[in-house]
């Protein structure tokens, strides 16, 4: 864990840390977001439907944001509705392999792309 700094502003204090801290913490809480996955019945076998339905909705939901893309811009760039995509990353969907595929082709289409930067004073 990083050093971290308190300083006091108008009375309350603040904590400063590093930037690789801060960037980690923030995946953590992103992931806190995520689908749970399914537990295990007392053999210890995870149902097949419903894990394959919440692993998938957590790998897009993860590609998605590690692209800086909003649900509403991936479901634009797929080709799909909006609500389907929302669906499909609840983990209580089952999208067909041809959707799968446009989300996918989407995603890393979005990953290619170059990033628009911004010119100082601009």
């Not at 439907?49 to 944001?65: G, N, P, Q, T």
């Not at 634009?76 to 909006?82: C, Q």
């Amino acid at each position: 864990m990083a050093t971290q700094q308190t300083i006091i502003v108008d009375g309350k204090p603040y904590v400063l840390l590093p930037r690789d801290e801060y960037e980690r913490l923030t995946t953590l809480a992103k992931a806190a977001d995520l689908p749970p996955l399914p537990q295990p019945d007392a053999a210890g076998n995870y149902p097949a439907v419903e894990y394959a339905r919440a692993s998938l909705a957590r790998k897009i939901i993860r590609d998605r944001v590690a692209a800086g893309l909003t649900q509403r811009k991936l479901a634009e760039l797929a080709g799909i509705s909006f609500e389907h995509l929302c669906r499909i990353e609840s983990g209580k969907h089952t999208p067909s392999v041809p959707t799968i595929d446009k989300i996918d082709r989407a995603l890393r289409c979005a990953v290619k792309a170059p990033k628009p930067t911004r010119k100082p004073g601009k």
